[in-house]
T-cell receptor
Framework: GESVGLHLPTLSVQEGDNSIINCAYSNSASDYFIWYKQESGKGPQFIID?????DKRQGQRVTVLLNKTVKHLSLQIAATQPGDSAVYFCAENGGYNKLIFGAGTRLAVHP | GAVVSQHPSRVICKSGTSVKIECRSL??????MFWYRQFPKKSLMLMAT?????????EQGVEKDKFLINHASLTLSTLTVTSAHPEDSSFYICSAWKGGGYTFGSGTRLTVV
């Protein structure tokens, strides 16, 4: 299930299930979006990106969907594995190549 | 691939002292680097944009005299936290822009005691 509170929202899934992480972005003029994975004490790790002229892009086990009408981005992870447990951030290019990060979602994968 | 090296990974300093964090692009030239700050269980907050050969551009609310940024070469940007206080304790992360993508450093955990 998904919970929102004072801490990062957490999505808990069973190993092998598909995960969907959502993100709302703020700037309708943003033309480039990236999903990052961050493990504790480390820098963000690139997962997948998408430009505003696309609404879907697929990678290995991951898919990003972009809905510009409602300024919404989602990351789908197929067959989630324990190694996928981390915090996931969406980021938008807010102009001048500045990358602005969303609030983040913690993904907890249970065996 | 593009690699960014950030040092130190961890630093503890006393209140009132200054700390310098380095961000190096190892195998590419980066005319633009970015500095972020991250509090526990929070997102990355953009502090400033570091431009080679010119003054950094700071985000609203970030004290430029507190967080000194120098981008003296195409491969090195430094962030100096001056007169550090316990509330400056945080995780600092740099990123380098190379046409087409961003590469992040591994972060620096600063603890001010």
């Amino acid at each position: 299930g998904e919970s929102v509170g004072l801490h990062l929202p957490t999505l808990s899934v069973q190993e092998g299930d598909n995960s969907i992480i959502n993100c709302a972005y703020s700037n309708s003029a943003s033309d480039y979006f990236i999903w990052y994975k961050q493990e504790s004490g480390k820098g963000p790790q690139f997962i997948i990106d998408i430009r505003s002229n696309m609404d879907k892009r697929q990678g290995q086990r991951v898919t990003v969907l972009l809905n510009k009408t409602v300024k919404h981005l989602s990351l789908q992870i197929a067959a989630t594995q324990p190694g996928d447990s981390a915090v996931y951030f969406c980021a938008e290019n807010g102009g001048y190549n500045k990358l602005i990060f969303g609030a983040g979602t913690r993904l907890a994968v249970h065996p | 691939g593009a690699v960014v090296s950030q040092h130190p990974s961890r630093v503890i300093c006393k209140s009132g002292t200054s700390v310098k964090i380095e961000c190096r692009s190892l195998d590419f030239q980066a005319t633009t680097m970015f500095w972020y700050r991250q509090f526990p269980k929070k997102s990355l907050m953009l502090m400033a944009t570091s431009n080679e050969g010119s003054k950094a551009t700071y985000e609203q609310g970030v004290e430029k005299d507190k967080f000194l940024i120098n981008h003296a070469s195409l491969t090195l940007s430094t962030l100096t936290v001056t007169s550090a206080h316990p509330e400056d304790s945080s995780f600092y992360i740099c990123s380098a822009w190379k046409g087409g993508g961003y590469t992040f450093g591994s972060g620096t955990r600063l603890t001010v005691v």
